[in-house]
């Protein structure tokens, strides 16, 4: 069974930083990884999906990397900014189950102006 | 395009009250997806609907929840009765499917309905 895992769960940095946001997943044998947004009491925002052939995908200031043989992934955010405050999810799509993304518990991260 | 639709954003019932969730996918998507997401166990996947017929429904907790997709721009997400453990956040999803394995598609969530029930 698929079990995704994010560390840290809370992350507090001042605005100007770059930052890393962690993503492990126990079975490599996925189609693709997609990283979302949570704001408060709203739905997700997809931020970048990554299928299994690629190794990094890149908008913005936003840059997520994939390493599948080892069940890791990266969420950088270059030069953070106070509204990018937010929770942030990642999924994965397993081969075991097609279109069934599991979901980690998320970061919570806080930028201070 | 409005985006996924669910309603209502807030439901407060009594434990043993029959509760309906509605959403509305975005236009021309072919999948649906219904998830439920608490403090204790995150988002998870309830059930998921391709081309209106419920492909997986393994997440569905026990008997008392059951959804359906009359058509392609509705589905119902209803739990009789409820009990104060259904409380959550459900979220409602869409996406466009051309059903070919490893091929990603992007889901799209709607604001979700914060069930609460006492």
Known sequence: ?113 | DAGVIQSPRHEVTEMGQEVTLRCKPISGHNSLFWYRQTMMRGLELLIYFNNNVPIDDSGMPEDRFSAKMPNASFSTLKIQPSEPRDSAVYFCASSLSLGTRGTAYEQYFGPGTRLTVT
Request: hydrophobic share 35%.
């Open chain 1, 1 to 113: 069974k698929q079990e995704v895992t994010q560390i840290p769960a809370a992350l507090s940095v001042p605005e100007g930083e770059n930052l890393v946001l962690n993503c492990s997943f126990t079975d490599s044998a996925i189609y693709n990884l997609q990283w979302f947004r949570q704001d408060p009491g709203k739905g997700l925002t997809s931020l970048l999906l990554i299928q299994s052939s690629q190794r990094e995908q890149t908008s913005g200031r936003l840059n997520a990397s994939l390493d599948k043989s080892s069940g890791r992934s990266t969420l950088y955010i270059a030069a953070s900014q106070p509204g990018d405050s937010a929770t942030y999810l990642c999924a994965v799509e397993s081969r075991t189950g097609f279109q069934k993304l599991v979901f980690g518990t998320g970061t919570r991260l806080l930028v201070s102006p």
